[in-house]
């Protein structure tokens, strides 16, 4: 789906598909470089993120393993609550390996610094992060991403995985929805 399909339930195309591919590449390049001694585990975390894995990976000139983690921070709101449940945990065991988690976007980074914790306590031998996208301004603890796509202003974004009650999540663009959709 593209943001023309449906323009009266988008403000503003935030990021385009040619964009986007584009920056996956350099990150997927700069990936290679730092991981070019190492076998690396990329974990995906659902549903959000599917999209960016699978171009993320394809980029990619290395072998990774693929792995997900699916946890639940939003309902079907637009406000984080920071009270994080695992749906569905990693197949994989993380003991020795070197983890990349993947995100759609880091807003408060409550859902994030949980995961961390929780996966910090693995025995993995490094985890860093990978997240398409940052809203800076929403940033409540401290992470530090190791590779952002791009920064956003702190607006409610939609499409490339992200969702709004479920929907949005095939359109090809990265867009502001109008808060009319959600009741704002
Ligand atoms: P926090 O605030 O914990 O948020 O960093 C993490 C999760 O919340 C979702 N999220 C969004 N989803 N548009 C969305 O469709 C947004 O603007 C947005 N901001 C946060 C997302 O699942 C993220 O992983
Ligand atoms: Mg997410």
Redesign the pocket.
Known sequence: MDADNVPSEIVETLLTEEQIQARLAEVAAQVDADYATSDLLIVG?LK?ATMVMADFARHLRSHVTMDWMAVS??GSG?Q?S?VVRILKDLDSDLVGRHVLVV??????????SWLLRNLGSRGAASIEVFTLLR?PE?LTVPINPRYVGFDIPN????GYG???DERYRNLRQVAVLDPRVYGG
């Open positions: 975390v959000g921070s939003y637009t984080s920071g995100e759609d976007i880091l807003d408060t980074g409550l859902t994030l809203k929403a607006v409610f974004v939609v992200l969702d709004y």
